[in-house]
């Protein structure tokens, strides 16, 4: 089977976006999208945000169901891809509706990942949040006066309790390591939410792991108890990696990819939150959570695809999270040794021996997408150039 026939596992932010990208790159193949929730592709973001109070679903819908049909993209929802059986070129399925074996001529590997569930006892008694129907059970909790106990103080865990203390609610976050959002952002940057966290009402446990979770709440291991009507559980997550690591793919920290977004299999690409790629600029290997390196991985492969294109991945990356007031940008990746320098009010720079690794800005739009393009450059600003950019 040649490559005019593509089959992308996983319906989420990239793997829609591959099937996407394949027809505007002018893809004339078949495409069939395999994805394991039921209803159309959706965007996560919002599930931790302004979903949570007021939002409505289909708002977070991606493209309706017209679109499949018009672009000729074959959509199975609601269906698993079980094993990849690469001698054959096939796909074993599971779903109500769909073909037990479906045959590709390209595979792309775009199955993201889940929750991370840390040795803790009691863990069935927390929620998690990453699909929509966890922010569906969620909302049903947040509909009536709770004592919410969160379990982890990165992106999401945060922006879950900056809207539960709006909505009224008492929250405690809980955080194993002795900052919040250590492996995303600077020190100064973390203690800019922490004081606004606190001010808002929510309590911070820092450098302090939750040791069981039961129906009233969690022990923690320093042992003091945090009483609790309902816990979320978000400590991180975990690629979904097994299928390809079953099929005897390279795999560590997620599905390992070259700088083509190409498997060690030349007939499967992996994108997204599941796949372990070369940072273009530092040569390391990474795995980013973010719909920029999704949408951004998918576009790559869909020229490959199509065109036969063979640029190497060179995308910036970048982030963003809100937390109440506070919206948070990053621009560019930062490695945990960078060093970081104050350069305004809301601006972080960060360096490593390369130079300017990433900027981050609280509040600072112009300044991120200044930032950007200074990042992008062939030669990184300097800190005095940064300190310009923001003045100006
Ligand atoms: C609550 C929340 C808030 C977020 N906020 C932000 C934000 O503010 N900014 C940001 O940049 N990013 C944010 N993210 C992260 C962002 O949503 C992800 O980085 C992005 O969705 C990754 O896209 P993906 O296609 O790799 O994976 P996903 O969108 O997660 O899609 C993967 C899909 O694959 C399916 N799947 C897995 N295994 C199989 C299988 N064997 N067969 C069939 N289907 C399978 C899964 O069910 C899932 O639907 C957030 C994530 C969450 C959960």
Redesign the pocket.
């Known amino acids: 089977m040649t490559a005019d026939r593509v089959v992308i ?7 829609l976006q591959a099937a996407i990208s394949l027809r505007q790159a002018g893809f004339g193949g078949a495409i069939t999208l ?4 039921p209803g159309l592709p959706y ?3 919002p ?3 302004a979903y949570l109070p007021a939002g409505k679903a289909e708002a977070l819908v991606l493209r309706p169901a017209s679109f499949f049909a018009s672009k000729d993209i074959a959509y199975l929802p609601g ?4 094993e990849i059986d690469r001698n054959a070129g096939e796909l074993r399925l599971a779903g109500p509706d769909a073909p037990k074996r479906l045959g590709y001529g390209h595979l792309i590997l ?4 889940r929750n991370l569930r840390p040795p803790v006892d009691g863990l069935e008694h927390a929620c998690g ?3 929509l129907a966890d ?1 569906d059970r969620l909302r049903a909790r947040l509909a009536t006066p709770q004592r919410i106990a969160v379990i982890g103080g990165g ?2 865990g945060l ?1 879950f309790a900056a809207v539960a203390r709006k909505l009224g609610h008492a929250v405690e976050v809980i955080e194993a390591a002795p900052r919040l959002m250590a492996r995303a952002v600077s020190a100064l940057t973390a203690e800019r939410f922490a004081r606004w966290h606190r001010a808002a009402g929510t309590g911070l446990h820092l450098g302090t792991a939750a040791a069981s979770v039961d129906a009233g709440g969690v022990s923690l291991a320093d042992g003091r108890r945090i009483d609790a009507g309902f816990v979320l559980l978000a400590a991180g997550v975990r690629p ?1 990696a097994e ?1 390809a690591g079953a099929a005897g793919l390279e795999t560590g920290n997620g599905i390992r990819v070259d700088a083509q977004l190409l498997t060690s299999d030349p007939q499967i690409s992996a ?4 796949a372990c790629f070369p940072d273009p600029r530092s040569g390391r290997m990474v795995r980013l ?6 949408t951004d991985h998918a576009r790559l492969i869909a020229l490959r695809l199509a065109k036969g294109a063979a640029e190497p991945y060179a995308a910036l990356p970048w ?4 937390q109440g007031d506070l919206k948070l940008q990053i621009a560019g990746l930062a490695g945990p040794e960078a060093r970081e320098e104050a350069v305004a009010d809301g601006v972080v720079a960060r360096f490593d021996a390369q130079g300017l690794a990433a900027v981050e800005t609280v509040g600072r739009p112009a300044i991120h997408m200044k930032a950007r393009k200074l990042l992008a450059a062939e030669a990184p600003a300097t800190l005095d150039v940064l300190r310009d950019v923001a003045a100006a």
């Open positions: 596992a996983g319906a989420g932010q990239g793997g395999v994805g394991a929730e965007q996560r973001p599930l931790s945000k269906t698993v891809v079980e775009a199955t993201g990942t949040l990453r699909t922010a992106f999401i922006e979904n299928l994108l997204g939150d599941c959570e973010s719909v920029q390196a999704a982030f963003w999270s809100d």
